[in-house]
């Protein structure tokens, strides 16, 4: 029958109840609906509904996320902790799912493994969704015969370092936004309330103040050459896009000047190191070796600079240095964290050391956040009032000078 629902393209829905009287429902790929039925009594299953999937059925839809990620791994290592098969995990997991694109995933995986495939094989046909990280920790956990403790430490990780990169995300988008918002309100009062403050000054007869005849004329060019100067913004940004997804120099150039940059750059590094210090302790708790572990820690620091340094640190600790050492060269790491490291390594414990480097430092940029934004929202307040009332203050000048002379 598995290998009938792998031949097959056809998708039923079903529900029923298992041998304890539990309601049960799922997916399941086969020839007919007579197919299904006799799969599900096999397994112990009463079908009391089977009818054909279609895309309409699915609910939800959008693309997969970080989060939906992290909520299978959970939902994977509760099932298997369990007792319940890995097939049938997926079928109540995937049916499960309110995301039709989670959804095609999940049983695109459970096909795979139907079909002979270990879980990290056929994870790792899906890079986008699966990182090397990810598969690493899945083959040792199939390896080690303890996929579903492997399972949970991949659910843990993934929502902590979503968290951080939320919380960075939050310091960078809240002030860009704000002042989005200040430039589009300034573009609108440029070109359609400041022309009527010009018609109405034209019939004063008497010049207008420094400050106001300047608007006025910022008012005019953007009028006039506001079209162009829309499509060259449009294609500056679209450009810088377009090399920063493409251009690794580019990228390394961006990443380098952010950790330099005041305020925001020391939260980018505390940020970087939670996530090298998270994903360092995951990966050795799994049973990975250091060398090997150092790899996939790379990536994950979410910066260049870091991912450059780690990779360092690789080569050097495959050259039997100490890995205090190879931190201690790349003149990346604090020197908290640089010791800490070590006293995990003498001890045997380098887990669990840099699992508390991880929480010191993902609790210490969530409170570098936090006072940024307190921080920034004075700040921008008066942004927003020299843009916007500048312009209102520029338009009355001239009234305020005619009070002045009846």
């Given amino acids: 029958m598995a290998q009938s629902a792998v031949m097959t393209t056809t998708p039923f829905l079903w529900e029923g109840t298992d041998r304890n009287g539990k309601k049960v429902k799922g997916k399941a790929n086969a020839s007919s609906e007579a197919a299904v039925r006799a799969d599900l009594r096999r397994q112990g299953v009463v079908p009391s509904r089977i009818k054909k999937d279609s895309p309409g059925l699915f609910k939800g839809g959008g693309k997969v996320t970080p989060a939906d990620i992290s909520i299978f791994s959970r939902q994977l290592s509760t099932m298997l902790a369990a007792g319940i098969p890995l097939v049938q995990s997926f079928e109540i997991v995937g049916s499960g799912h309110e995301n ?18 270990s879980l990290a094989e056929s994870l790792a046909k899906h890079p986008l969704y699966f990182d090397d990280l990810f598969v690493n920790l899945v083959d040792a956990g199939e390896q080690a015969g303890a996929l579903e403790t492997l399972l949970d430490k991949i659910a843990t990780y993934k929502e902590k370092t979503e968290a951080i990169k939320k919380k960075v995300k939050k310091a960078l988008t809240y002030p860009a936004a704000v002042l989005a918002v200040a430039f589009v309100v300034t573009i609108i009062l440029l070109i359609f309330v400041i022309p009527a403050f010009e018609d109405l000054f034209q019939g004063f007869g008497a010049d207008l103040p420094s400050f106001t005849r300047m608007v006025i004329d910022l008012s005019q060019f953007v009028r006039d050459k506001g079209w162009f100067l829309a499509m060259v913004i449009s294609g500056a940004v679209y450009a810088f896009m377009y090399f920063k997804k493409r251009s690794r120099p580019m990228r390394h150039f961006l990443d380098r000047v952010a950790l330099k940059a005041p305020i925001i750059g020391p939260i980018l590094q505390k940020s970087a190191i939670a996530r090298y210090a998270r994903t360092l302790s995951t990966m050795f708790a799994a049973g990975v070796p250091l060398v090997e572990a150092l790899e996939s820690v790379a990536g994950a620091t979410g910066n260049i600079v870091y991912e450059i340094g780690v990779l360092q640190m690789k080569d050097e600790v495959s050259t ?3 890995l205090q050492q190879a931190m201690e060269n790349t003149d990346l790491f604090p020197n908290m964290v640089i010791q800490m490291i070590a006293v995990g390594e003498e001890s045997g414990s380098l887990d669990e050391m840099s699992s508390k480097v991880a929480d010191f430092y993902e609790e210490d940029v969530d409170n570098a956040v936090d006072n940024l934004s307190s921080l920034l929202e004075p700040m921008i307040m008066s942004i927003l009032g020299v843009l916007v009332g500048g312009l209102v203050v520029a338009m009355y000048l001239p009234i305020f000078k005619m009070g002045s002379v009846i």
Avoid: C, P, W, Y
């Fill in 320 to 322: 039997g240095q100490r």
């Fill in 100 to 117: 039709a694109a989670m959804q095609k995933l999940i049983f695109a995986v459970k096909t795979d493994v139907e079909g002979g495939s």
